[in-house]
């Protein structure tokens, strides 16, 4: 293969799945080259096809149409010898949990046919590039998420390959993880001038790439660098504030209103993206601010998206509540005092103090493995504490907890519902399990139907629905009942930032009518939604503030203008050192 000859090469891709008598086209006519040597983002919604294509392009697909070339041989007729040069990461990379992190990189090199005498150094490269080093013994079911993440990075790259597919390497790792993954792919690059697609759900990663790609339906909506998509929203895109109005609320507000293409709460403010290069206005806001700002991929990226789907949520009705909520009402309906978990001898949450007010958004933010998820399973009643007093809804979970349980929602980290259901039955089975009958299990059905755009759907298998629509079916599945309290455990983990948008209007909703929302999130900018966060470490409450607060605690001379995602990390990084010390 020439030097200047692209690393991939795809021409007239074409491929459908069918499932039943309904047909998806997954690829419709794609065509695209990927230069040597360089990062190349493939972004675009649920279900647009990028696991289609890294798929057909590691060889474990056949095209229905077209053609893929890697490396310069065709995948398909050639795909023993593809997959020879290149390493391929999808998104849920199979770790055996029951062996050690030195076991599975054993396994993966006999797979992988690796030299014995070439294994040891390549070994120690490895952890030391992972920071893994210090693990080697440990088993891969015990590491974190971020951890596990840099593991199945690492035993793709046993043997190094010329080309490197990741399919949303970083979806559920926390910012300290992601920035350390990023660290290892810049320095592939860099120093073994590999070449690299690379699928996210972050569109700030997006932004660090080469070039990128944008599907959308199974076609190329755009290509090109990352700046280009910005550049084309120059002029339309402002930081507005109105006096008297929260974000959440002039958010709401300004994603209604004529001639806006995006609305996101950034802080204090609300980021805008107007169709037209003129200012957003608001009727009932008359001295509404607006001041142009500079564009950002995001931000040209959700354009190119609105224009070409219709479909998003803009006026949302959550239904008559089930049980008595009064919005105004501010006591709190959660309280936790010295909440701890112990497993054998390690304590996963470790004297935990708050409490959240009705009606309020609450986050609950940390590193992987900080002991999020296990207090969310306390909380819904599903998991005892081993020391101290939880309250949910006024009840003691150690006494009332299926009392309790009736008056949530919840929304797991993982696609819990059942996938061999379709979306109809998994409806009517939650409706039923919360004691739902006759006119008012029927009009929830239709009410759920309706809201989450899943009508269509009905008849599909909950399993083979893109992950988009899944999270859709596992929130209406929540809301089945129409709870006071909502948990939410990493609801957009590999979501893309339009099913986030149009996710996040919901809760808004929901928290506007008085039910209270509590919310675990890798993504730092859907904590800006949060009236309030709590930051775990090591089982630990590091902070609890607003997100205001905590940037301003995080801001310095070289960081004037700390994101959350900054202010979180210091936390953190601080928090290593007083341990380490």
């Given at each position: 293969?020439?030097?200047?000859?692209?690393?991939?090469?795809?021409?007239?891709?074409?491929?459908?799945?069918?499932?039943?008598?309904?047909?998806?086209?997954?690829?419709?006519?794609?065509?695209?080259?990927?230069?040597?040597?360089r990062v190349t983002g493939l972004i675009g919604p649920d279900g647009a096809g990028?696991?289609?294509?890294?798929?057909?392009?590691?060889?474990?697909?056949?095209?229905?149409?077209?053609?893929?070339?890697?490396?310069?041989?065709?995948?398909?007729?050639?795909?023993?010898?593809?997959?020879?040069?290149?390493?391929?990461?999808?998104?849920?990379?199979?770790?055996?949990?029951?062996?050690?992190?030195?076991?599975?990189?054993?396994?993966?090199?006999?797979?992988?046919?690796?030299?014995?005498?070439?294994?040891?150094?390549?070994?120690?490269?490895?952890?030391?590039?992972?920071?893994?080093?210090?693990?080697?013994?440990?088993?891969?079911?015990?590491?974190?998420?971020?951890?596990?993440?840099?593991?199945?990075?690492?035993?793709?790259?046993?043997?190094?390959?010329?080309?490197?597919?990741?399919?949303?390497?970083?979806?559920?790792?926390?910012?300290?993880?992601?920035?350390?993954?990023?660290?290892?792919?810049?320095?592939?690059?860099?120093?073994?001038?590999?070449?690299?697609?690379?699928?996210?759900?972050?569109?700030?990663?997006?932004?660090?790439?080469?070039?990128?790609?944008?599907?959308?339906?199974?076609?190329?909506?755009?290509?090109?660098?990352?700046?280009?998509?910005?550049?084309?929203?120059?002029?339309?895109?402002?930081?507005?504030?109105?006096?008297?109005?929260?974000?959440?609320?002039?958010?709401?507000?300004?994603?209604?209103?004529?001639?806006?293409?995006?609305?996101?709460?950034?802080?204090?403010?609300?980021?805008?993206?107007?169709?037209?290069?003129?200012?957003?206005?608001?009727?009932?806001?008359?001295?509404?601010?607006?001041?142009?700002?500079?564009?950002?991929?995001?931000?040209?990226?959700?354009?190119?998206?609105?224009?070409?789907?219709?479909?998003?949520?803009?006026?949302?009705?959550?239904?008559?509540?089930r049980h008595a909520v009064d919005a105004d009402d501010t006591r709190a309906v959660?309280?936790?005092?010295?909440?701890?978990?112990?497993?054998?001898?390690?304590?996963?949450?470790?004297?935990?103090?708050?409490?959240?007010?009705?009606?309020?958004?609450?986050?609950?933010?940390?590193?992987?493995?900080?002991?999020?998820?296990?207090?969310?399973?306390?909380?819904?009643?599903?998991?005892?504490?081993?020391?101290?007093?939880?309250?949910?809804?006024?009840?003691?979970?150690?006494?009332?907890?299926?009392?309790?349980?009736?008056?949530?929602?919840?929304?797991?980290?993982?696609?819990?519902?059942?996938?061999?259901?379709?979306?109809?039955?998994?409806?009517?089975?939650?409706?039923?399990?919360?004691?739902?009958?006759?006119?008012?299990?029927?009009?929830?059905?239709?009410?759920?139907?309706?809201?989450?755009?899943?009508?269509?759907?009905?008849?599909?298998?909950?399993?083979?629905?893109?992950?988009?629509?899944?999270?859709?079916?596992?929130?209406?599945?929540?809301?089945?009942?129409?709870?006071?309290?909502?948990?939410?455990?990493?609801?957009?983990?590999?979501?893309?930032?339009?099913?986030?948008?149009?996710?996040?209007?919901?809760?808004?909703?929901?928290?506007?009518?008085?039910?209270?929302?509590?919310?675990?999130?890798?993504?730092?900018?859907?904590?800006?939604?949060?009236?309030?966060?709590?930051?775990?470490?090591?089982?630990?409450?590091?902070?609890?503030?607003?997100?205001?607060a905590l940037k301003a605690r995080a801001r310095n001379a070289a960081l004037p203008?700390?994101?959350?995602?900054?202010?979180?990390?210091?936390?953190?990084?601080?928090?290593?050192?007083?341990?380490?010390?």
């Amino acid at each position: 293969m020439s030097g200047d000859a692209p690393v991939l090469e795809a021409t007239g891709l074409c491929k459908s799945f069918v499932f039943g008598k309904r047909v998806t086209v997954a690829l419709d006519a794609v065509d695209m080259r990927l230069v040597a040597g360089r990062v190349t983002g493939l972004i675009g919604p649920d279900g647009a096809g990028k696991t289609t294509l890294m798929r057909l392009a590691a060889g474990l697909l056949v095209p229905d149409a077209g053609e893929v070339r890697v490396l310069g041989r065709d995948a398909t007729a050639e795909s023993l010898a593809v997959q020879a040069e290149l390493g391929y990461m999808p998104q849920r990379f199979g770790l055996y949990e029951d062996l050690t992190v030195a076991e599975n990189l054993e396994l993966y090199a006999d797979l992988q046919g690796v030299p014995r005498a070439t294994r040891a150094a390549r070994y120690a490269e490895l952890m030391r590039m992972t920071g893994l080093a210090p693990f080697t013994r440990r088993l891969a079911g015990r590491l974190s998420g971020g951890m596990k993440q840099k593991l199945g990075l690492a035993c793709t790259l046993v043997r190094p390959p010329r080309l490197l597919l990741l399919d949303e390497p970083t979806v559920g790792v926390d910012p300290v993880s992601r920035r350390e993954l990023w660290a290892i792919i810049d320095h592939l690059v860099a120093s073994a001038g590999m070449s690299m697609l690379l699928a996210t759900a972050y569109l700030d990663e997006a932004e660090r790439c080469a070039d990128v790609v944008l599907l959308h339906e199974g076609r190329v909506l755009a290509r090109g660098a990352p700046r280009a998509l910005s550049a084309a929203v120059a002029g339309r895109v402002w930081q507005v504030s109105a006096p008297g109005m929260a974000p959440r609320e002039l958010q709401d507000a300004l994603s209604r209103a004529p001639g806006v293409a995006d609305a996101l709460v950034q802080g204090e403010h609300v980021r805008v993206v107007t169709r037209e290069a003129a200012p957003p206005t608001l009727a009932e806001s008359p001295s509404l601010r607006a001041d142009p700002v500079a564009p950002r991929f995001e931000d040209g990226f959700v354009d190119l998206l609105r224009q070409a789907r219709s479909d998003l949520a803009r006026d949302i009705d959550m239904g008559p509540p089930r049980h008595a909520v009064d919005a105004d009402d501010t006591r709190a309906v959660i309280r936790v005092r010295g909440a701890r978990r112990r497993f054998g001898t390690f304590w996963a949450v470790d004297g935990v103090d708050f409490s959240i007010a009705r009606g309020e958004i609450f986050g609950l933010l940390g590193a992987n493995g900080a002991g999020k998820t296990t207090l969310f399973r306390m909380l819904c009643g599903l998991l005892p504490a081993s020391a101290g007093r939880l309250e949910v809804a006024g009840f003691d979970l150690r006494r009332a907890s299926a009392v309790a349980r009736a008056r949530i929602g919840y929304m797991s980290q993982k696609f819990s519902l059942y996938g061999n259901l379709s979306v109809a039955q998994n409806l009517a089975f939650f409706a039923a399990a919360y004691g739902l009958h006759g006119a008012e299990r029927a009009a929830r059905i239709a009410w759920a139907e309706s809201t989450f755009d899943l009508a269509d759907s009905a008849a599909q298998l909950a399993g083979l629905l893109p992950l988009g629509y899944k999270q859709r079916l596992a929130m209406a599945c929540a809301l089945m009942h129409a709870p006071e309290i909502l948990f939410l455990d990493e609801p957009t983990s590999g979501v893309d930032p339009l099913a986030r948008r149009e996710f996040w209007l919901r809760i808004n909703a929901l928290a506007r009518r008085g039910v209270t929302v509590l919310v675990t999130t890798h993504f730092m900018e859907e904590a800006e939604y949060c009236d309030r966060v709590a930051i775990l470490a090591a089982g630990r409450l590091l902070a609890l503030d607003a997100p205001a607060a905590l940037k301003a605690r995080a801001r310095n001379a070289a960081l004037p203008e700390p994101s959350l995602e900054d202010a979180f990390i210091a936390l953190i990084q601080a928090h290593e050192q007083r341990v380490a010390s």
